[in-house]
């Protein structure tokens, strides 16, 4: 079957713009979390969404990140006023929700501030 | 909250020639243990996990870890090593909801 879908795969776009990524996970997984790759900093987690709790922010590294997730499928990461240091591989990722499941990755978004 | 602890940021090794990823980790509760792999421009992609049970756990192309609650370890391994496993590798450790993950192991595997 098909698996985490992310959009766009590359995206650039000056300082100060705001921009959407998006995130379409497995059908039937209602737990979708979404982490922030860099270059020497390993994997950050962001947000996770469980059914229809309300989603952990914990990871945001601040209020210009946001994220939503519409009917309990697809997710949408925005990030505005980009700065050059939100240059990085966003990577979504979906499961089962139930503890300990494992977590399914897509590509990710390589997102390039200039 | 729990840690995990990469020791080895960069591994080359011989093909054919055996390997060891190390992973430590520390937490307050019980955990649970996973090994994922990234290829060049993909995502990650799980490698084997500890849940419960037996404590050495497999992969279908060769790898294996064991999980060591004494010493508070996850170490990967595999025998012998093919150029096809050149690679990053993520240790990761759940308490339930987000991954925690190491810094990565990346793995090249020479001629």
Same mark, same amino acid.
């Given at each position: 079957?098909?698996?985490?879908?992310?959009?766009p795969?590359?995206?650039?776009?000056?300082?100060?713009?705001?921009?959407? %990524?998006?995130?379409?996970?497995?059908?039937?997984?209602?737990?979708?979390?979404?982490?922030?790759?860099? %270059?020497?900093?390993?994997? /950050?987690?962001?947000?996770?969404?469980?059914?229809?709790? +309300?989603?952990?922010?914990?990871? %945001?590294p601040?209020?210009?990140?946001?994220?939503?997730?519409?009917? @309990?499928s697809?997710?949408?990461?925005?990030?505005?006023? !980009?700065?050059q240091?939100?240059?990085?591989?966003? *990577?979504?990722a979906?499961?089962?929700?139930q503890?300990?499941? &494992?977590?399914?990755? =897509?590509?990710?978004?390589?997102?390039?501030?200039? | 909250?729990? #840690?995990?602890?990469?020791?080895?940021?960069?591994? &080359?090794?011989?093909?054919?020639?055996?390997?060891? *990823?190390?992973?430590?980790? #520390?937490?307050?509760?019980? $955990?649970?243990?996973?090994?994922?792999?990234?290829? &060049?421009?993909? @995502?990650?992609?799980? *490698?084997?996990?500890?849940?419960?049970?037996?404590?050495?756990?497999? #992969?279908?192309?060769?790898? /294996?870890?064991?999980?060591?609650? #004494?010493?508070?370890?996850?170490?990967?391994?595999?025998?012998? $090593?093919?150029?096809?496993?050149?690679?990053?590798?993520?240790? +990761?450790?759940? +308490?339930?909801?987000?991954? !925690?993950? =190491?810094? =990565?192991?990346? %793995?090249?595997? *020479?001629?």
């Open positions: 079957g098909a698996g985490v879908s992310q959009s795969s590359n995206k650039v776009t000056e300082k100060g713009k705001d921009v959407e %990524l998006r995130c379409d996970p497995i059908s039937g997984h209602t737990a979708l979390y979404w982490y922030r790759q860099s %270059l020497g900093q390993g994997l /950050e987690f962001l947000i996770y969404f469980q059914g229809n709790s +309300a989603p952990d922010k914990s990871g %945001l601040s209020d210009r990140f946001s994220a939503e997730r519409t009917g @309990g697809v997710s949408t990461l925005t990030i505005q006023r !980009t700065q240091e939100d240059s990085a591989v966003y *990577l979504c979906s499961s089962l929700g503890q300990a499941q &494992p977590q399914h990755f =897509g590509d990710g978004t390589r997102l390039s501030i200039l | 909250a729990q #840690s995990v602890t990469q020791l080895d940021s960069q591994v &080359p090794v011989f093909e054919e020639a055996p390997v060891e *990823l190390r992973c430590n980790y #520390s937490s307050s509760v019980s $955990v649970y243990l996973f090994w994922y792999v990234q290829y &060049p421009n993909q @995502g990650l992609q799980l *490698l084997l996990k500890y849940l419960s049970g037996s404590t050495l756990v497999e #992969s279908i192309n060769g790898f /294996e870890a064991e999980f060591n609650k #004494s010493q508070t370890s996850f170490h990967l391994r595999k025998p012998s $090593v093919h150029i096809s496993d050149t690679a990053e590798y993520f240790c +990761a450790v759940t +308490a339930g909801g987000q991954l !925690t993950f =190491g810094s =990565g192991t990346q %793995l090249t595997v *020479l001629p």
